[in-house]
């Protein structure tokens, strides 16, 4: 009976570096690395910077854009009313969201001098010596688009206007501004149809601009 052998070969030693390789290999295949993470990041916040302000939340974007209009209406009224000398007002229509500028116009030369030949005995000229009105109640729209009327877009709407006598939420408001530049004090809330997203329009006396804020 033979006996038998085995031979144990010697198996070269394992360097430290070639151990490190396949564990950082092993490591790779196991999941992402933090560059590549940061990288992924990165990517998806750009995607959400270019996409998100397109999106139209709630017609935020369309609020905005009605209450500056409206706020630069009131601007612009109490800056004429400086400058011609005469009271403006802006007219709003709560209900329909519509607004626009009026004035108080001069008078006609023809119909400032009332009496002049009218109602004298023996067709004598009859003048009268009262002066006449430098204001009058009866305001026109002034001439240009900020006279004519304006209606807010269909998902955006008035939802009312506070003013020192209390809130109105339905019907015809006008905010006076006198020929010195002082406008009647109001807050005016401009909205989307379900109320998700409002600003508040702030008509100071005496301030030069009305300012748009967020309604809390």
Do not use: Y
């Amino acid at each position: 009976m033979h006996n038998a052998r085995w031979t144990l070969e010697a198996q070269p030693p394992v360097s430290r570096v070639a151990s490190h390789q396949r564990a950082a290999r092993f490591h790779k295949a196991a999941g992402f690395t933090l560059i590549e993470m940061l990288a992924v990041v990165a990517i998806f916040g750009l995607i959400a910077a270019m996409v998100l302000p397109n999106l139209d939340l709630g017609g935020s974007r369309i609020v905005s854009a009605e209450a500056n209009d409206l706020a630069t209406a009131i601007e612009f009224a109490r800056q004429r009313a400086v400058m011609t000398g005469r009271t403006h007002q802006v007219v709003i229509e709560i209900e329909r969201g519509e607004h626009w500028v009026e004035w108080a116009a001069p008078l006609e030369p023809e119909s400032a001098a009332t009496g002049a030949g009218e109602g004298a005995p023996g067709g004598e000229r009859q003048l009268t010596l009262v002066p006449p009105p430098l204001d009058v109640d009866e305001f026109v729209p002034i001439p240009g688009e900020l006279g004519r009327v304006h209606r807010v877009d269909d998902k955006t709407a008035i939802l009312g206007v506070e003013v020192s006598g209390g809130l109105a939420d339905h019907g015809r408001v006008e905010l006076r501004i006198t020929p010195d530049g002082v406008a009647d004090p109001a807050s005016i809330r401009v909205g989307d149809a379900g109320g998700g997203h409002v600003l508040r329009i702030e008509v100071e006396p005496l301030a030069d601009a009305a300012r748009v804020v967020d309604a809390e």
